[in-house]
């Protein structure tokens, strides 16, 4: 069974940062895209970022382009999202997600995690 399992979420003042990560079970994601969607009661998951598998590709949504870095570590097939200058519409529940590539991952995710909480506080 495919798992990918978020951690970094929680509480943070804000201005303050967060760094999230999402590990990812199966071995052949090390050459599959990745990225983070996020979700707040009553709204649709929205794309936040993504990353090709050698890094070599990144998208970021409007809302988060220069204060949020997406990379990963193959050898560890992780994912991380840095999330710096945090705002209290950043609020949501943050999903991993795995597709072939970029530009299916912004559309259509093949897999997802169960989500971490992030919350910013004013």
């Known amino acids: 069974q495919v798992q990918l399992v978020e951690s970094g979420g929680g509480l943070v003042q804000v201005g303050g940062s967060l760094r999230l990560s999402c590990a990812a079970s199966?071995?052949?994601?090390?050459?599959?895209?990745k990225g983070w969607f996020r979700q707040t009661p009553g709204k649709e998951r929205e794309f936040v970022a993504a990353i090709s598998w050698n890094g070599g590709n990144t998208a970021y949504a409007d809302s988060v382009k220069g204060r949020f870095t997406i990379s990963r570590d193959n050898a560890k097939n992780t994912v991380y999202l840095q999330m710096d200058s945090l705002k209290p519409e950043d609020t949501a529940v943050y999903y991993c997600?795995?597709?072939?590539?970029?530009?299916?991952?912004?559309?259509?995710?093949?897999?997802w995690g169960q989500g971490t909480q992030v919350t910013v506080s004013s």
């Open positions: 997600a795995v597709a072939l590539n970029v530009g299916v991952l912004t559309k259509e995710p093949d897999y």
């Open positions: 199966r071995r052949t994601f090390s050459t599959y895209a």
